[in-house]
């Protein structure tokens, strides 16, 4: 998964209002594909989150259940999904959501489970 996610990782200036490639990921799929995607940042908020757009790649690959997702921000630091990307995997597999794994710090091994970061989502109730 590192090695697809970091195959992505390109900052790029698409145009003057556009940069894309500075945080990349990969989301590993219960059938065991990966898929990749990378931020798309805009001036006026079009934009969308690397893992977003990595989950999005998958569904329009004709699944939907992920089992890890991992992460390389800026200077591959330590990448914790936003909220808008938490939203979308507990809407995505609402009975199961806690249980994907996500990569924390990828230098340090460090892996969490969606329910950990995501205890009590509104779903839940």
Same mark, same amino acid.
């Given at each position: 998964?590192?090695?697809?996610?970091?195959?992505?990782?390109?900052?790029?200036?698409?145009?003057?209002?556009?940069t894309a490639g *500075?945080?990349?990921?990969?989301?590993?799929?219960?059938?065991?594909k990966?898929?990749?995607?990378?931020?798309?940042?805009?001036c006026?908020?079009?934009?969308?989150?690397a893992?977003?757009?990595?989950?999005?790649?998958?569904?329009?690959?004709?699944?939907?259940?992920?089992?890890?997702?991992l992460?390389?921000?800026?200077?591959?630091?330590?990448?914790?999904?936003?909220?808008?990307?938490?939203?979308?995997?507990?809407?995505?597999?609402p *009975?199961?959501?806690?249980?994907?794994?996500?990569?924390l710090?990828?230098s340090?091994?460090?892996?969490?489970?969606?329910?950990?970061?995501?205890?009590?989502?509104?779903?839940?109730?």
């Amino acid at each position: 998964m590192y090695a697809a996610a970091k195959a992505v990782l390109k900052p790029r200036r698409i145009s003057e209002y556009v940069t894309a490639g *500075e945080v990349s990921a990969a989301v590993l799929s219960k059938s065991g594909k990966i898929y990749t995607g990378v931020c798309i940042d805009t001036c006026s908020t079009l934009g969308i989150c690397a893992e977003r757009n990595a989950i999005f790649n998958m569904i329009t690959n004709g699944e939907n259940e992920i089992d890890k997702l991992l992460c390389i921000p800026p200077f591959e630091g330590k990448g914790a999904p936003c909220g808008a990307c938490r939203e979308l995997m507990v809407q995505l597999m609402p *009975e199961s959501y806690k249980d994907i794994k996500i990569m924390l710090d990828y230098s340090k091994g460090k892996v969490i489970t969606l329910g950990e970061i995501t205890p009590e989502w509104w779903i839940d109730y």
